[in-house]
């Protein structure tokens, strides 16, 4: 007969730490885009995206940035009022729309980006050379276990 271990505290799931984790990062993250680039965290991410990615649909913009649908329509359409994007027809759907930088907002992707690898710098600091090396394969892994469906019953 097999005994089941007993369930862990939330406070050691895994689940839990990474999402204590992501709040506290995105707390200070917020603070970084607003103070120094004039952005909010979901404009922060578009930007990037579509810097890294673009051109983009907004459905690519909102899978690329890791925004729901909603927040990235609402973050597109505040680049391309700071005329930090520009919008255009897509060439194969009439009534879509493709997203990519504008001449500023490439100049802005460059902070934007400067910024994200401050941020992930400060975040590991206290890691090792070889602690991040092995922290980022090993969530690599994870990664590529839960979209494989490694994560579901």
């Known amino acids: 007969m097999s005994r089941r271990s007993p369930v862990k505290p939330l406070d050691e799931q895994l689940t839990w730490r990474l999402h204590r984790l992501g709040k506290l990062s995105d707390r200070?993250?917020?603070?970084?885009?607003?103070?120094?680039?004039g952005l909010g965290v979901a404009e922060g991410r578009a930007l990037a995206a579509v810097g890294a990615f673009g051109p983009l649909s907004v459905n690519?913009?909102?899978?690329h940035a890791h925004l729901d649908k909603a927040?990235?329509?609402?973050?597109?359409?505040?680049?391309?009022?700071?005329?930090?994007?520009?919008?255009?027809?897509s060439d194969s759907?009439?009534?879509?729309?493709?997203l990519s930088l504008s001449r500023r907002g490439a100049a802005l992707h460059q902070r934007v980006m400067?910024?994200?690898?401050?941020?992930?710098?400060?975040i590991m600091a206290?890691?090792?050379a070889a602690e991040r090396?092995?922290?980022l394969a090993t969530i690599d892994r994870l990664i590529a276990h839960a979209e494989a469906g490694g994560d579901t019953p």
């Open 28 to 37: 200070a993250t917020a603070a970084a885009y607003a103070d120094e680039l």
């Open 60 to 63: 690519d913009l909102a899978a």
């Open 71 to 89: 927040q990235a329509s609402r973050a597109a359409q505040m680049l391309v009022e700071r005329e930090l994007v520009l919008k255009s027809a």
């Open 93 to 98: 759907d009439a009534r879509a729309v493709v």
């Open 114 to 122: 400067a910024l994200i690898d401050r941020r992930n710098r400060e």
């Open 126 to 128: 206290c890691l090792s």
């Open 133 to 135: 090396k092995a922290l």
